[in-house]
């Protein structure tokens, strides 16, 4: 990103302000820049076994990781959290019963955290002040009480560890902060089952996959060792491949739209729904006013952000989902 040049001031100047900002544009012009990055990035990671960037910390098994999912799950402290998912819990049903009462399908989605679904990748040393019961129940507390308030939810993330051990493979990529494709199908079977049962006939089409393992991981599968800027980068890990299928429900293709409100987890989500046989139109509100993603006919398209928008797409939307993270 390109660093935005200060006001041109007295201030600016006596400070050196100005003068950092000159240098640190001079310094990225030189041709030198990009290699030495790249040399700093290896260096760190393969000699050091640490990241460049304090946000990235390298785990067990070089697995990489953002710091602020080791932190939450390293804190968490049921008791703190009950009255505040009690109260969470309560505006969610709002949402749900202001929706359904239009005739909209509603659905609050959980997704799951790196650290949490393994914690055994987390760095030696880490000082891990929670209690285990805190880390290991806080979903279990969670689910209870969205189950009480009578949320529709969908929790993709706590049989995550029983799918770990059932397919052989991690959920999670060495190289990625995000659900791997594997897990976010199973996320994603479950969405539909919890969108077909709200209604007499289906809504949305069944999703079926084969896997095999590869060992070329792609896009979100290596997010965060693409950060690192390395020369070269150790991609050689495994990551599930997915081959789908999907059947058109009983009643036929109808045309379906969602509106979502969540953050970067959707991603996984939204790119299995484009596999069905119906694929439908999701409007994305990404962290509800940061971007606004469409997906249509296959093709993502980024839009301009405009609330008069959103309020159309969530009134409009034939389903709503709403998605956290459970490190949230």
């Known amino acids: 990103m390109k660093e935005t040049a200060p006001v041109l001031s007295l201030n600016a100047v006596l400070t050196g302000a100005y003068q950092q900002w000159i240098s640190r544009s001079v310094g990225q012009l030189s041709p030198m820049f990009k290699p030495a990055i790249a040399w700093k990035g290896q260096v760190y990671y393969k000699l050091l076994g640490m990241a460049p960037t304090v946000q990235i910390l390298v785990g067990k098994q070089n697995q990489l990781m953002e710091i602020h999912y080791l932190q939450e799950y390293c804190s968490r402290n049921i008791e703190k959290l009950r009255p505040r998912d009690e109260e969470w819990a309560t505006r969610i049903r709002g949402m749900q ?3 359904e009462a239009r005739g909209k399908v509603f659905v609050y989605i959980i997704t799951p955290s790196k650290v949490a679904e393994d914690p055994r990748i987390i760095p030696e040393g880490y000082i891990c002040p929670a209690s285990a019961k805190d880390r290991t129940d806080k979903l279990r507390v969670y689910d209870e009480i969205l189950a009480r308030h009578g949320v529709r939810f ?4 706590s049989g995550l560890v029983a799918a770990r051990k059932e397919y052989g493979v991690d959920m999670f990529p060495r190289g990625g902060i995000h659900w791997n494709s594997l897990a976010s199908a199973l996320g994603t079977e479950k969405v539909i089952a919890a969108v077909n049962a709200q209604r007499h006939e289906p809504l949305l089409a069944t999703l079926g996959f084969a896997w095999h393992i590869s060992y070329n991981p792609q896009g979100s599968d290596r997010d965060l060792l693409d950060l690192l800027n390395m020369k070269d980068p150790d991609a050689h890990y495994p990551v599930p491949e997915l081959a789908y299928r999907s059947t058109s429900p009983a009643n036929g293709c109808h045309s379906i739209t969602i509106a979502e409100v969540g ?3 959707l991603g996984g989500l939204n790119s299995m729904l484009q596999k069905l ?7 994305n509100w990404f962290y509800w006013d940061t971007r606004r993603m469409q997906f249509a006919d296959g093709r993502l398209y980024e839009l301009p952000m405009n ?10 939307a034939d389903m709503i989902f709403l998605e956290e993270n459970e490190e949230v």
């Open 97 to 99: 019963d202001f929706f």
């Open 277 to 283: 046989a119906c694929p439908p139109r999701i409007d």
């Open 154 to 157: 969908v929790d993709a993330a």
């Open 263 to 265: 953050g970067s987890f």
């Open 307 to 316: 609330a008069d928008a959103r309020r159309k797409s969530l009134l409009d």
